[in-house]
């Protein structure tokens, strides 16, 4: 319900996960965009591909996909297919931001299902999902209470 302790709890979590100021070279940062700048470069740094680090594959030997294999894999999803999708996934699950969970769509189906099925074809010719069903959202849990540095 959304209640006063329900906005409590959300405000409480989002404060213990909020990075205040950030410890570099013995230095304190608390300016928000200069936090924000190094956190940027720390993951970049940390993220990008060097060559002598990235995996070499030259001598992998890789099974192809039969034509019959090729040809079922680039068929158009089916209603029934979709539906089996939504239907093997757990209730209390929510797919997105939205908040709808599986429940929900399950329950609903009938009533959603052509807006569905429009989305996933749409994504199938194009290879795109409409503006933020693909969202994601990282919280880092750090490992102190305190978290002043990335180590």
């Known amino acids: 319900m959304n209640t006063r302790y329900f906005h409590f709890v959300i405000k409480w979590r989002r404060s213990s996960h909020e990075i205040n100021g950030l410890r570099e070279n013995g230095q304190w940062l608390e300016e928000q965009e200069t936090v924000k700048e190094k956190v940027k470069e720390f993951f970049k740094e940390r993220f990008s591909g060097r060559a002598w680090q990235q995996v070499r594959i030259d001598n992998a030997n890789f099974t192809c996909v039969l ?21 093997s996934c757990e209730s209390s699950k929510s797919p997105g931001p939205d908040g709808f969970n599986f429940g929900f769509i399950k329950f609903c189906w009938e009533e959603i299902k052509s807006n569905i099925i429009t989305t996933v074809y749409d994504f199938e010719e194009s290879g795109r999902w409409p ?10 849990n750090p490992k102190s209470g305190e978290p002043l540095d990335f180590k």
Request: net charge negative; hydrophobic share 30%.
């Open 131 to 140: 503006r933020g069903t693909n969202a994601s959202f990282y919280i880092f």
């Open 67 to 87: 034509d019959e294999d090729n040809q079922r894999l680039t068929e158009r999803i089916t209603e029934k297919e979709i539906k089996n999708a939504m239907s």
